[in-house]
Structure formats: structure tokens, C-alpha cells
């Protein structure tokens, strides 16, 4: 029975286009069952439940509506981290993972220049959190790094995700205790407000949505149909939340603070129009995808 589920569901699967269909279907029988994969393989004589049966038919039946495989499982994998995620919060891809490896790197130059006592650890600032991946990237890094003072409990930097939706703060916080990572600072609201001037402020980071009105047209149906518009959407030109980004980080900036952001894979001459506009794109280094593409912008004073 397994077999001929998984063969049914590839099939479906292919059919509207996705990626990987064969991984698909094995990771929603899996997931019906509350089983691994490898499972599916080693017992391929199971007989599912009528009600297992349903299970399946009812992801099935979700995935082939378009709906993200990851809304579908209710997670997603980022890094070492295995994130839930639902409607209303970003996806987390493989692209931001550069941002998390360039911005650690760059924290590690920062908290040498700068040290870290217990007692005034500096912020790092994700703005517009979504699952908590960047967030909760950099504090596995903290943890993974042995140089880092306190381990996995006591980072030495303060995490704080600001988003301006609810959803996404109560994500992040599961996600936090669901991989064993100590609780962000969670604010609603905007960067400005979120940080009292005299806490240092170590790193701003982010993945704003960058994507230009035209394009969302164009988006593939389910990211276009499921995925939040505020968390796309970057105006016209895709580039009004990173303007807003650059403008709200100045203070941090002046005052020492790294900056790191994501961008869109045709943006990077606009980007640097903006960079250079305000002063730092000397400062400023803009490193590609796996694919070549143009993909995380990192300032640093």
C-alpha cells in the first residue's frame, strides 16, 4: 500500500510543477503516519488505518492545491534548525542562510573590537523576524561557537525580533523553545522604537520584503496565494523597505553597529544607489547566492 500511495502522490505532485516530487510525497506519507522517511522504505508492506488514509489524502490534497509543502508539514528546515512555520509567516530559504553565515562572521570582528561583558551584552536586532530564523541562526552560531561566553543559555549578545504583526512573534518564540535557543526579546513595532538609546546596539539584521509590485504579479502561485504580501512586498520598486531599513539603522550605524540585509537577486545597483546616497557604500559589501546572484549587503563602520 505504501508504494502504490507514494506512486499516486508523485504523480499528483508532478503534476502541478513542483521540484522534487518523489521527496514530496515521501515527506507527507511520513508525515501522516508520524513516521521517517526511512520508515516508509524498511515496512513497505504497512497497511495504513482508513483514518491514516484520510490523513494523507487531506496533505495530499493541500500540496496539489498549491499550498507550500512547508505550510502543509507545518515546518520548515533552515540550517540546523527544524522551524515551525503557518500562515502568516514567511517561509525561511536557503538564501538567508548566507545572510546568518556573513553576519555571525561579521559579529565575531564586532564583539573583538568591541568585547562583551555579561553585564552589558549588546543587542542584535532582526527586523520583521517571521519564523525567527535569522535570529535563531546567529544564537546556534553563538552556541556552536566555543569561544562564545555562557553557552546556549547565556548568548553573549541579546537577541531582539521586532515584526509588526503578532503572528510572528509568537512563532519565533515556539521556534526558540522548540530547538532548546533562549527566548528572544519580542517587540511589536518598528526599530526605532524598539531599542532604548543607551543599550549598544551590535548588529541590525534583516530579510525585508524586497519584491517590486510587477514582480508579485509574476510569483509563483503558491507564494503569490499563501505566503504574507507584507513580508514580499517592497512598493514599487521594491526597494521602500530597505530605504526604511537604511534610515532607521543610522543611529545604530553612526554609533558602531553592523548592518545586514538581504536583497533581491536584480536589485544590487539599486541597492547601492541607496548606499551611496547615505554615505556607506564604501562600507559596504554585497555578497551572491550559490546561484551567483547578487543576495546579502553587509555595512559595517
Known amino acids: 500500500m505504501i508504494l502504490r500511495l507514494l506512486q499516486e502522490a508523485r504523480e499528483g505532485i508532478e503534476a502541478i510543477g513542483a521540484g ?7 515527506l507527507l506519507l511520513a508525515h501522516a503516519l508520524g513516521r521517517t522517511r526511512t520508515f516508509l522504505f524498511t515496512h513497505p508492506e504497512t497497511q495504513l488505518t482508513e483514518a491514516q488514509q484520510r490523513a494523507f489524502r ?6 496539489l492545491d498549491h ?8 515546518t520548515a528546515i533552515f540550517r540546523h534548525l ?29 564583539r573583538a573590537a568591541h568585547g562583551c561583558a555579561d553585564a552589558h551584552r549588546p543587542w542584535v536586532i532582526d527586523v520583521g523576524v517571521g519564523s525567527g530564523a ?9 552556541r556552536r561557537d566555543r569561544e562564545g561566553a555562557g553557552g546556549a543559555r547565556n548568548p553573549w549578545f541579546r537577541p531582539l525580533g521586532i515584526d509588526i504583526a503578532m503572528p510572528p512573534l509568537r512563532v519565533t518564540a515556539e521556534n526558540a523553545e522548540c530547538n532548546g535557543r533562549p527566548r528572544p526579546h519580542l517587540f511589536l ?22 519584491i517590486s ?12 496565494e499563501y505566503e504574507p504580501h507584507e513580508a514580499l512586498h517592497g512598493g514599487a520598486d521594491g526597494l521602500g523597505a530597505i530605504r526604511e531599513l537604511l534610515d532607521q539603522s543610522a ?14 537577486a536584480t536589485q544590487e545597483a539599486g541597492v547601492r544607489d541607496e548606499l551611496a546616497h547615505r554615505g556607506l557604500l564604501a562600507s559596504a559589501t554585497i555578497t551572491p547566492d550559490l546561484a551567483g546572484r547578487p543576495r546579502v549587503v553587509l555595512v559595517e563602520s
Not at 522534487?20 to 515521501?26: D, G, K, V, Y
Not at 499550498?67 to 507545518?74: A, D, I, K, R, T
Not at 513595532?189 to 524586497?210: C, F, I, K, Q, W
Open 58 to 63: 487531506g496533505l495530499l490534497a493541500r500540496r
Open 67 to 74: 499550498e507550500p509543502l512547508q505550510y502543509v508539514l507545518g
Open 213 to 224: 509590485t510587477a514582480e508579485m504579479a509574476d510569483l509563483p502561485a503558491e507564494i503569490r
Open 134 to 142: 535569522i535570529l535563531l541562526g546567529l544564537l546556534d552560531e553563538a
Open 189 to 210: 513595532g518598528d526599530l526605532v522604537t524598539a531599542v532604548e538609546e543607551r543599550a549598544p546596539v551590535a548588529a541590525v539584521v534583516s530579510n525585508p520584503p524586497y
Open 20 to 26: 522534487n516530487p518523489r521527496l514530496e510525497a515521501e
Open 82 to 110: 527544524t522551524l515551525r512555520v503557518r500562515p502568516g509567516v514567511l517561509i525561511p530559504r536557503s538564501e538567508t542562510e548566507i545572510l546568518v553565515e556573513r553576519a555571525y562572521e561579521a559579529l565575531l570582528r564586532w
Open 251 to 264: 543611529p545604530f550605524l553612526e554609533s558602531g553597529a553592523l548592518l545586514c540585509f538581504e536583497i533581491g
